[in-house]
């Protein structure tokens, strides 16, 4: 080999050999990652040599294993989606909230955060979430790119809420729906109950309880009270696709999503537009319903995360993959959580 590298052990120019073999990474200082990597070491030490191409190689072929781990979108995707959507990197971060270059870092490589991940995640399932997560918004240049972009997807005898609806409740019965077809009015009337009896409630708290109430019911039962799929987000258990569903159920008038002031922080809060009524559900499920906001409701939201990720369901299911309805057999006594 004519090409030479400098090698600070040998302290001079030296051939060296490219070998391929396994290297542990610590990605963001807190996981490990193994795999195969390409570096060059020197022919006379065997010491390993810098070589910026091949190092950035192996950066990203363990980070890619670490998104593949966790179900966090590719570069390729993002910008394939966000193509689709007829957006700007610029256009996609302002709709998001999100910084003006952050989709340009997640493009070129940037492992998104958490919470940008699920995001992501949640949008790339379907373009039809975007629309979805967009209905009810200001009007602005970019939502009228995306409606004009994504026109296509929307029938002309179909609502968007019945796109999406039909879609989210088209899950074939199986062990993440608890063996039974997802029930919308099922999902409204708890919802509905928890808004009325489980005051303040916000997004993550009303999730938790959903989770609680479905697989407590399941527990007893052998089946669920909405049949609805829980996915193992990062702030806990939660509906899967949970946007669009309260976005239906705040277009057909079952809730309300509003900005509150709770403590020292403001975040939003599911409050019930039609009444609760005992009678929209059965015996068994209305016993469920109060057994958790009895011994779960005065808990706060960030109670009811840590608790929720304490459960085998959560910490035994894949990050970000649907929870199966057999973990429910494993769920902690309520009484005892709040005596915790």
């Known amino acids: 080999m004519t090409d030479r590298k400098f090698c600070e052990q040998c302290g001079k120019e030296v051939a060296y050999e490219i070998v391929e073999r396994p290297e542990t990474f610590l990605v963001f200082g807190k996981e490990e990652v193994e795999t195969e990597v390409t570096v060059t070491v020197c022919a006379e030490c065997g010491s390993r040599l810098y070589d910026e191409k091949l190092d950035d190689a192996n950066f990203r072929r363990a980070y890619d294993i670490y998104r593949e781990r966790h179900g966090i979108p590719f570069p390729e995707e993002i910008r394939a989606f966000r193509e689709r959507c007829g957006l700007s990197q610029k256009a ?137 799929v829980y996915a193992a987000l990062p702030y806990g258990p939660a509906l899967d696709q949970w946007r669009p569903l309260l976005s239906a159920l705040e277009q057909q008038g079952d809730i309300a999503v509003t900005l509150k002031t709770i403590g020292n922080y403001q975040g939003e809060v ?46 035994e299911t894949p990050p970000n993959q649907p929870i199966s309805y057999a973990h429910a057999a494993g769920l902690r006594d309520l009484e005892t959580i709040r005596r915790r």
């Open 92 to 228: 996609l971060g302002r709709l998001l909230g999100w910084g003006e270059i952050t989709v340009h870092r997640y493009e070129a490589g940037d492992v998104p955060n958490a919470a940008h991940a699920e995001m992501l995640r949640f949008l790339l399932a379907s373009p039809m979430n975007l629309l979805a997560w967009i209905e009810g918004k200001p009007e602005t240049p970019d939502t009228q790119k995306v409606r004009k972009a994504l026109a296509d997807l929307l029938p002309a005898t179909a609502t968007l809420a019945q796109v999406v609806l039909s879609s989210l409740l088209a899950h074939a019965p199986d062990e993440f729906t608890g063996h039974i077809a997802p029930s919308l009015g099922n999902l409204s009337a708890m919802v509905r109950y928890f808004a009325e009896f489980c005051r303040p409630l916000t997004k993550i708290k009303l999730m938790k309880l959903l989770f609680y109430a479905d697989f407590r019911h399941f527990q007893l039962q052998q089946t669920p009270i909405s049949g609805m």
């Open 270 to 315: 599911v409050r019930a537009t039609r009444p609760w009524s005992k009678a929209s559900l059965q015996n068994t499920a209305v016993a469920v319903l109060e057994d958790v906001c009895r011994n779960l409701g005065p808990l706060s939201a960030a109670e009811l995360k840590d608790v929720s990720h304490e459960e085998a369901a959560y910490q």
